[in-house]
């Protein structure tokens, strides 16, 4: 993690200077949040805690940043004395790492004076939308492929370095079984694999002997790429006499496919496998995968075992950010106390949600999920007992519920400035991930044109908002 | 830079243990390039050339890393052994970074052994890919915006610190004139830049007080963020109130939109400004701004000064990788020489392009660019004398031209493992990047559906690689 708070928009410095001039540099509450699942899909896995608790708490000024914002001749000697001394001492609350999330509702809530809040928020961004939109992609790509076993292929393809480490990271939490990036493997514990490139078969005279080699070297570990010449051809009789020695031996293999029409090939190729006798030979597949690509193959009955997923699950894909954003939402009043704002917007989805909140998530009977609620923080959600619930910006249309159980999502993480717990261990955030998915109506999950699940406002938190609202319009 | 190598693909170091084993780790020659520009644009523009350097100089295998792999019980302690010395002390051949590039023409050319071509392959393109699609992604937004003045605003929406930070390098490179990511200006010497955020204006009684007090703090440097609540109501009464004092002492200043109709508001806001006499505050637009909207926004007359650019101009937006690939070109042969290797495909543009190649450029008398030539290593292109070339995947196509002048692109970088200069000023990269689009006829340069710009084969290299295709089918 890189923790240079000079990694942070250039205004919240300038704004920064501006607030410790002018005593402005009071207690605030900034909210993250994002406004719209992305993929059009129905949810988000919020992703990033462990390595944003960790960048905040070693957050520090170097000599040299202090002397590079000196140089740029805007910053007072006292301010810049100020920042030599920087650390952040905010609290911060978050939902647990792995979680399900949803539009509106805030991921993280931070409560620190302007200044601190301000630096980070440019960190927190990057660091919380990024691994967000991956473990969302990566869950949208293992659900589509009815939880089978992806492999996270994407280095090559991420955004830089941090693009490939945190993507392989946030992979693993979305679903992925495993990277093909050997230093992610070692630096987060996540399984590492992979099978073999075109060059190691055009080293080879051909791919009979490029195959043989290869399983003499790695009798446990073979994945044959079929398809550097031709794939029914030479590729899959190269990889039956591999395999075929292999099995042999008691062992066994796989082919990989990396081009051309994947549905056809593997059918084909499953034939040819198993009319030579090796019907627990594996398939991989791979080659520009997306999770509507892997549905239409599950669903078109594609014989396949592995999926090696890349470019789409490291970046995205065509939806290469998370919008979430950081906004302001409690400042402290004239009489030293949080008092609760609101920015409202000409695109009423951009009006934020006034006060300090909690996210609450409420249960069926069965255990499932119905809807989560934005509260005022110290407004409890009682169970078993029916309340209302108002829509967040259609302030007309509501519903009432009566939770079997309902669990507070933003639990404290930070307190003044230290993290509250040891990093948890990523299989067990990703063990947390897999297992909301049966705990929700797959609905909501569909890869296309979902069911919205509701996030709604209390009847305290609507009265606030609509209170804000009347209050703008009689000023106007 | 990080310069791990364990900053792999897992096979790469499977494969390197099998090239070790057998006496396989001979000399290699590989290609990077892509094939097909991005954003379905005409050109790319080449960036990632010094950190690639850098990260290839400095490469090792730490006491740890080799116990990781140790760990994993599938690589031998002698091979081992050879990884703890491991350095990269090959040769790199490639194009000037900043140059604009075509497909299918090589942008790198490396020469080494088996093993560290293969160890470096996917931090190769890694870096390059992920440079070159910003780069290019920038100089659209730029050539959209008829070369106006772009901010990098995109810290936030980043994928991860390095997807931040190589971001801001290469948007600089493609045409940004500044950035807003603090550490980036450190690193790089980008100029920095940035305006004010909502929480600003929040963080004060209202928009009058807030904008007064900002430019009291900085009065060389006040753009006013306008559309907390209502832009065409307080938003712009309050910047002309405060932009009023300003002008008073001889100042300009900014308004800044951030949402809603930009077209609408910011003529709206123009005139507000203009009838308020201050004809010379200038206007400043973002919100998730593509080279489509920026173009459409100029060919309006929307009258607007400084454009800020986030999400698409540092993740590529809706396309978020530059498909570049490394492939084989030749290997040692029984002979100890290097011989031209192809590889096959059922995807004709899948096809490569055999053999140790260098890139021409040709020009005309008016040293405008005509076409680009893969030609093979020692083959001369002749100014003056009319020559024939020919499609690269349609062979039947061809034409004949006499270039004026002709410019070998791939120079020497490296050469056994160190770099043959000190990296060159971003502001030179930057530069350099720029004057190429005085020399292209903008027809190559359009948004949407440009003019497909030549990159032939000389009759040299479609003989050889016709030959490979004849012998392959001879064999099937």
Known sequence: MNANPLFTDFYELTMAQG?????????????MFFRRPPFGGGFSVFAGLDPLLDTLENLRFGTDDIEYLSSLGIFERGFLDYLSGFRFTGDVLAMKEGSLAFPNEPLVRVHANAIEASVIEGLLLNIVNFQTLIATKTARIWLA??????????????????????????AYIGGAAGTSNTLAGKTWGIPVMG??????????????????????????????????YDTLGSGIEAAIDAGKKLAGKGKNFGVRLDSGDIQYLSVAVRKAL?????TKATITVSNELTEEIVESLVLNGSPIDFWGVGTHMVTGGSESSLTGVYKLSAKTGADGRLEPVMKLSENPEKATNPGVKQVWRLYNEDGSMEADILALEGEEIKTGREMRYFHPTNQGQ???????????????????????????????????????????????????????????LTENLRDMKCGFIAEYGRQK
Chains 1, 2 share one sequence.
């Not at 607030?19 to 909210?31: A, E, I």
């Not at 996270?152 to 830089?160: V, W, Y």
């Not at 955030?429 to 705990?439: L, M, T, V």
């Open 19 to 31: 607030y410790w001039k002018k005593g402005l540099n009071t207690q605030t509450v900034f909210d």
């Open 145 to 170: 492929s009815r939880r089978g076993s992806l492999m996270e292929f994407g280095l090559r393809r991420a955004q830089g370095f941090d693009g490939a480490m945190s993507a392989s990271r946030a």
């Open 195 to 228: 099978t073999m490139a075109h060059a190691w078969v055009m080293s080879h005279p051909d791919e009979k002997t490029a195959f043989n080699a290869y399983a003499e070297q790695y009798p446990d570990k073979s994945v044959f790429l079929s398809d550097t």
């Open 274 to 278: 198993d009319e030579a006798g090796l």
């Open 398 to 456: 509501s519903f009432t519920f009566a939770p079997a159980s309902a669990e507070a999502l933003l639990q404290p993480a930070m307190r003044a400035g230290k993290r509250l717990r040891a990093p948890a261990p990523l299989a067990e955030i990703r063990a947390w991930a897999g297992a909301q998915f049966d705990r929700i109506d797959p609905t909501y999950l569909r890869i296309l044109n979902p069911h919205v699940y509701k996030v709604s």
